[in-house]
C-alpha cells in the first residue's frame, strides 16, 4: 500500500503565512522517519491512529492523538507512526504560526504540543469531526483552510519579522545580522526579541537552519558529492565546520546522511515524501 498526498496552496491573506495544505494517507514508507530541522514550521490535524514524536535524542518520545503543531525547530524530529496513518496538515512558513497560537512561539521551540494545548479540546473535536465526514482530500483541504482563516488575527510585529524573514530565506542565509537590523531601523534586541516571540527561534538561528536547507534540498545524493566543495561554496570555515553543524541539524555526519537518503530512494523510488524525511529504523 502506499501513500497518497494532495496538496494545495491556500488563497490570500493565508498563502503569506503558509506555503501549502497537504492531505496525507496510507502506509509510511518507515515505522520511525527522522525530520531534520527546516526553516518551517507545522501544524498537523491527525485522523488517524495516534502517532509519537520525539524531539532530541536525549527526551522519551510523546503520543499526539489529535495532532500537533511545530514551530520552527533547532534539532532534528523523530516521528513515529502507525502501520496506517491518516491526516491534514499545514506547512507554515517560519512566521506563519504566530496569528493562530495563544502564547509565545519560543515557548514551544523543539516542544510539540497537541493542537488541544493551542485550540482547545471541543474546538478540536469538533474540527477533526468535520473533516472526517467531509467528501474527499480537496474538501478536508478546503474546511482546514476556513477554520485558519476564521481563526486569523492580527499579530504586532508580525510585518517587520516577515520581511527580515524574507531576506533571510532569499539569501539562503547569508546576510549579516547586523545588516538586517540597520535595514529594518530596529536594535538587534529588538528584533531577536520579536523572532522569538513570533517564530521561536532568533534570526541567527533561522539563518543557520536556511543555509543547512538550502544545502540540503540542493544535494544530489544519486552522484558523487564534493563535501569540501560544498562547505566552501556555502561559506562555512571549514569542512570541520560544516560537519559540526551538519550533526547538529540531523546527528549524522554528511556522509551517512547521504547514505541514508540514498537507502529511501533505492526502497522507495519515487515516493512523494523522499528528499526530506529520512528513514530512523
Not at 95 to 107: D, Q, R, V
Amino acid at each position: 500500500m502506499g501513500v497518497e498526498y494532495v496538496s494545495r496552496v491556500p488563497r490570500p491573506p493565508l498563502d503569506g503565512l503558509i506555503d501549502d495544505l497537504y492531505y496525507l494517507a496510507g502506509a509510511p514508507p518507515y515505522a520511525r522517519l527522522m525530520l531534520p530541522p527546516m526553516p518551517a514550521a507545522l501544524l498537523i490535524v491527525n485522523l488517524g491512529a495516534p502517532f509519537r514524536i520525539r524531539a532530541g535524542t536525549d527526551v522519551g518520545a510523546a503520543e499526539y492523538a489529535d495532532g500537533c503543531v511545530v514551530t520552527t525547530p533547532t534539532r532534528a524530529l523523530e516521528f513515529s507512526y502507525p502501520s496506517w496513518t491518516r491526516s491534514v496538515g499545514v506547512h507554515v512558513k517560519p512566521w506563519g504560526l504566530a496569528p493562530f497560537l495563544s502564547m509565545p512561539a519560543a515557548e514551544l521551540c523543539d516542544r510539540p504540543v497537541t493542537i488541544e494545548q493551542v485550540w482547545g479540546r471541543a474546538a478540536v473535536a469538533e474540527l477533526r469531526d468535520r473533516l472526517a465526514s467531509a467528501d474527499g482530500p480537496h474538501a478536508m483541504l478546503t474546511l482546514l483552510e476556513e477554520e485558519l482563516a476564521r481563526r486569523l488575527g492580527d499579530t504586532a510585529g508580525l510585518g517587520l519579522v516577515r520581511h527580515t524573514s524574507g531576506v533571510l530565506a532569499a539569501t539562503g542565509g547569508a546576510v549579516a545580522i547586523g545588516d538586517l537590523t540597520v535595514a529594518a531601523g530596529v536594535s538587534s534586541t529588538h528584533l531577536a526579541r520579536r523572532f522569538k516571540e513570533l517564530v521561536g527561534v532568533t534570526p541567527k538561528r533561522l539563518a543557520r537552519a536556511h543555509r543547512f536547507a538550502a544545502i540540503v534540498l540542493a544535494l544530489d545524493p544519486a552522484g558523487p558529492i564534493d563535501w569540501s566543495e560544498i562547505a566552501c561554496g556555502a561559506g562555512y570555515f571549514d569542512q570541520a565546520h560544516f560537519g559540526h553543524e551538519f550533526r547538529a541539524f540531523t546527528g549524522l555526519t554528511p556522509t551517512r546522511y547521504a547514505e541514508v537518503r540514498r537507502r529511501f530512494m533505492r526502497e522507495h523510488p519515487g515516493h512523494v515524501l523522499d528528499g526530506w524525511p529520512l528513514p530512523a529504523d
